[in-house]
């Protein structure tokens, strides 16, 4: 199953309509869309949000995820170990406020497991190194942050929460 | 933020999210879904502005942790100025060219300024610790 996410803060109809009609040109292989505030997709199945469990559960089942290029999904995947190919929103065509995820998808785009489509056109080349390259193992990312950066954040909360205590008594 | 979970182990922490379903990713904390607000949506701001003061009042914390976006900016500002909170804004690793643009009005809120790329630290801040990958 492919797995299809746009995250939920605004609509990527060009990510959803390059996937319909990669879906109705591939009916063997089952698509599910997360699609957020786009227009419905009609050779795919869909819903507009789901939970993180249900994520979660999506990204489990999926052989290959395909995705905008936001920070969320590409650690979704990197976590359960899946391959993800991204495609960057462009705020040239209002698909989201900044050029980010464009940066981004050049910045990610060496990382094993991560195929970087620039373009709409480039998808379907995109999915199929994709899927030939699944069964590939890549490691999985930890779930938490490096040691070193979680032991300066949490020496950073626990000073303040001393200084408080010392200003109070 | 999940990322960062071991940072506040033994601690006690309220979460505060635009996600209601990200609940679920905090048990056994406290949990409080706010209005999400864009910079153009007053609206919403005026609503979200309340949301957070009332949170804060109500939690007086210590400290204020955010990586964004224009919520977590406004948190820390409230933090900031009504309980004098200590305040820490990571920029979301999203933003490897340039900070965000509420990253960039972060600085003047946040006691800690950080950015996860170590190309966009400067002698002014933002400072450089490590990213959460």
Not at chain 1, 110 to 123: K, Q, T
Request: proline content about 6%; charged content about 20%.
């Amino acid at each position: 199953m492919i797995f299809v996410t746009v995250g939920s803060v605004m609509p990527f109809n060009r990510l959803i309509e390059t996937m319909d009609r990669w879906a109705a040109a591939r009916p063997e292989v089952k698509v599910f869309a997360q699609i957020g505030g786009g227009d419905e997709p009609h050779h795919m199945r869909w819903a507009r949000s789901v939970t993180p469990a249900e994520f979660a559960d999506l990204v489990a089942k999926s052989t290959i995820i395909v995705a905008h290029a936001g920070m969320g999904s590409i650690i979704s995947a990197a976590e359960a170990g899946k391959t993800i190919v991204i495609l960057p929103r462009f705020a040239s065509l209002k698909e989201h406020t900044t050029d980010h995820q464009v940066h981004t998808a050049k910045r990610f785009m060496d990382r094993p497991g991560i195929h970087v489509a620039m373009s709409d056109n480039e998808l379907p080349e995109a999915i199929d190194a994709a899927m030939s390259s699944v069964g590939a193992a890549h490691q999985l990312l930890p779930r938490t942050a490096p040691d070193a950066f979680v032991a300066r954040i949490r020496a950073v909360l626990l000073s303040g929460a001393s200084a408080r205590q010392s200003n109070q008594s | 933020m999940r990322r960062l979970m071991p940072a506040f182990e033994g601690m006690d922490v309220a979460f505060v999210s635009v996600s209601p379903d990200y609940a679920a990713d905090v048990p056994g904390h406290r949990f409080y879904p706010v209005r999400n607000a864009h910079r153009f949506d007053k609206a919403s701001f005026a609503v979200l502005i309340g949301q957070l003061a009332w949170i804060l009042l109500r939690e007086r914390p210590n400290t204020v942790i955010s990586t964004g976006a224009a919520p977590g900016l406004v948190c820390l500002a409230l933090a900031k100025f009504l309980v004098r909170a200590e305040t820490v804004w990571i920029d979301s690793i999203a933003n490897c060219e340039q900070l965000s643009s509420s990253g960039l009005q972060a600085r003047r809120v946040a006691d800690v300024w950080l950015t996860q790329w170590p190309q966009l630290q400067g002698q002014q801040g933002p400072d450089y610790w490590g990213a959460v990958l």
